[in-house]
């Protein structure tokens, strides 16, 4: 049997199910993910075919660039997808997951934007980008 994962934003009008297993996470850095979440940003890459979205009528999408949107509940501002719509994978906010997801972060990104009130002191892989 194929394992499924599920989630939801903070108010619960926007939930997901994941069929299959969760690739390992990255922790972003970047300017926009730490403006978007408050801090940096983990989530994982999920084949667009393997998520199912309720309530997808209460997420509002931002253009943050050409290449990307990102979706948050328009009701409660939970951040939920970091999607960019060429590919055929979406990322979805490992926060947003109900827990246990199975899977550990095994890298952090774009180190060179982090914000400079913390210290990444894990010991895992970081990428200037």
């Not at 983990?42 to 979706?71: C, F, H, I, M």
């Not at 009701?75 to 719509?85: E, M």
């Not at 997951?97 to 990104?109: N, V």
């Amino acid at each position: 049997m194929t394992a499924s994962k599920h989630g939801s934003c903070l108010c619960g009008r926007v939930s997901f199910t994941v069929t299959g297993d969760l690739a390992a996470p990255d922790a972003c850095h970047c300017r926009q993910c730490r403006k978007q979440s408050g801090h940096c940003f983990a989530s994982t890459n999920v084949p667009r075919a393997a998520l199912v979205v309720a309530g997808d009528e209460n997420v509002a999408w931002y253009r943050s660039s050409e290449k990307v949107r990102r979706g948050f509940c328009r009701t409660c501002g939970s951040s939920l997808f970091w999607d960019p719509p060429e590919r055929d994978w979406i990322a979805v906010a490992m926060g947003a997951f109900d827990t246990p997801t199975g899977t550990h972060l095994d890298r952090h990104i774009f180190v060179a934007e982090k914000g400079d009130y913390y210290e990444i002191g894990d010991g895992l892989p970081q990428h200037p980008r």
